[in-house]
């Protein structure tokens, strides 16, 4: 998996060509998968409205990047302003192969 840390977070060109700017955008170029990852912290009685939000925001994302050949994978991910975190963020922490103690050293404490 790669991803641009050190300059302006962006979609390489390979994958798709926008002006949106998730934060990050992680890709294999071997596996040709990429995951736009979108983070956001709500009110805890407003994760579902977020999630919904911001994965709408990328649909077209997705879908120009499957057109590429690439296999695209929406994230939005929660944590709560006061800490909750979301079943998003556990999921996308389970399918990077982040699981069991590693998650919860990482704070992905399923509660």
């Avoid at 302006?8 to 596996?31: C, G, H, K, M, Y």
């Avoid at 590429?68 to 979301?86: H, L, T």
């Avoid at 079943?87 to 050293?105: A, E």
Wanted: proline residues 5%; glycine residues 6%.
């Amino acid at each position: 998996m790669l991803v641009h840390v050190d300059q302006r977070l962006t979609v390489p060109s390979e994958i798709a060509i926008t002006n949106l700017r998730p934060d990050p955008v992680l890709w294999s170029n071997s596996q040709r998968m990429v995951y736009f990852v979108e983070l956001t912290d709500p009110w805890e009685d407003a994760v579902q409205e977020a999630f919904e939000r911001k994965k709408l925001r990328y649909t077209e994302l997705a879908a120009e990047a499957e057109q590429r050949v690439w296999r695209a994978k929406i994230c939005p991910v929660e944590v709560g302003c006061r800490g909750f975190v979301a079943t998003s963020t556990l999921r996308l922490m389970k399918d990077l192969g982040i699981r069991g103690h590693q998650r919860n050293i990482t704070g992905g404490r399923a509660e």
